[in-house]
């Protein structure tokens, strides 16, 4: 909702304020306060709600500010945030029928602001932005009161860097007596050092090369000079310490985290079949993985088979089943005229002569009946005889 009242505030602050500051965010209250002023009699508060002023933060020029500051319960909020400010014209326009506005001249890297809401007086806001610091490379960076920054020096040690500190009286101060080495470098005579990879130095200031730490374990540098080390990728790791690179975890190993210095083997039912794996993958069906560690899956069997994905062994195939091939997902049914009584057939067995099976997954025959014969293996029924003969009889003495 904030927006939609600020956006349609837009035309009225461009039009009677001056232009909005794209990045200074704006505050509610102020703004309905500004608007329940009315267009045309801002000067009638200028006291409460706006003063001439330098406009900071590295612009030349002066303008108009609502100033927050000037109103009540406001006071505890950020200082150089919620500004909104107008041009110079307006500012000029505003001077005149304003008896108490505040338009002291005041310095670029000052602020004209009332002690009391009736004395103006010149406030130091920011470093100046023409200060040269000595030995120090330019840079351009926020100079508001308070700021900090490190700056590179060009002076020795080199590569090096001081601190300073934008102090309330408009002067950068520094920090250090001297110049200190950067982070990843330590002080050796009147230079600042690289620490060789494999090694990385977390703090600036350092002397000798004994500052220098290896890369723990599942961690290395690469290059020269670094505050940090970085941890090995997913897939790689490093078992000993300053350490320059990581290696892939081997054929049947894999790691899921970064910074690992083993590499975990593959559990059973799985295998990796790749060096540099994050994962391992899972044995599909018809094969299967009985150690641990393992790059390739076995195939299940003859006789044997797995349905499930992951399996670490295979099931044998249940008696009036079997499977003549490997690395089956499943058994076979025996055909009629075949059996199996064991588990883990292979191949089915033809019934006898004398007997027959009449229906397919079989686990036995049955011999043929008085009246029947069968001189034939592997049938499905018996033939008839003329003649009584025995139960399971493989001839018939009279034959048609």
């Keep these: 909702m904030f927006w939609l009242f600020f956006l349609s505030l837009l035309p009225f602050i461009s039009s009677e304020a001056g232009e909005y500051i794209f990045g200074h965010r704006l505050d509610a209250k102020l703004l309905r306060r500004y608007n329940s002023i009315g267009k045309r009699s801002c000067c009638n508060k200028c006291v409460e709600y706006t003063n001439c002023q330098s406009i900071n933060y590295n612009v030349f020029n002066f303008s108009c500010e609502i100033n927050y500051e000037h109103n009540p319960g406001l006071q505890s909020k950020n200082g150089h945030d919620e500004y909104v400010y107008m041009d110079k014209a307006k500012c000029n326009s505003l001077i005149s029928p304003c008896p108490n506005f505040c338009n002291l001249s005041c310095l670029a890297n000052q602020k004209c ?19 040269v610091i000595p030995d120090i490379i330019p840079r351009n ?18 590569p090096s860097k001081q601190h300073f500190t934008c102090d309330t009286n408009g002067i950068w101060k520094k920090t250090f007596s001297e110049c200190k080495c950067w982070y990843g470098t330590y002080l050796d005579g009147s230079s600042c050092v690289k620490c060789p990879a494999g090694k990385y130095l977390p703090r600036y200031g350092k002397v000798g090369s004994g500052s220098c730490k290896d890369c723990p374990a599942g961690n290395y540098t690469t290059a020269a000079g670094q505050s940090w080390c970085k941890g090995c990728l997913l897939g790689h790791y490093q078992s000993s310490t300053g350490q320059t690179s990581c290696s892939p975890c081997p054929l049947g190993q894999y790691s899921s985290t970064e910074g690992a210095s083993t590499c975990m083997s593959c559990p059973l039912g799985q295998y990796a079949d790749s060096t540099g794996t994050i994962a391992c993958k899972i044995c599909p069906t018809g094969q299967f993985s009985d150690n641990v560690g393992t790059s390739v899956c076995k195939a299940c069997p003859t006789g044997e088979f797995s349905n499930t994905e992951g399996a670490s062994n295979c099931k044998k195939c249940p008696i009036g089943k079997f499977t003549d091939t490997v690395g089956s997902a499943t058994c076979k049914v025996c055909p009629a005229g075949t059996f199996s009584d064991a588990q ?15 229906f397919s997954e079989s686990t036995s025959c049955t011999p043929c009946p008085v009246y029947q014969y069968q001189d034939n293996s592997g049938s499905t029924h018996c033939k008839f005889c003329a003649t009584a003969v025995d139960i399971g009889s493989t001839f018939c003495p009279f034959m048609p």
């Design 141 to 158: 960076v926020r100079r508001e009161t308070g700021r900090k920054h490190w700056f590179d020096c060009t002076i020795p040690p080199t």
């Design 344 to 358: 883990g057939a292979s191949i089915c067995q033809a019934c006898p002569p004398g007997q027959f099976s009449s």
């Design 113 to 131: 602001v009332f002690i009391n809401f009736t004395e103006p007086t010149c406030v130091t806001t920011e470093c100046d932005t023409s200060d």
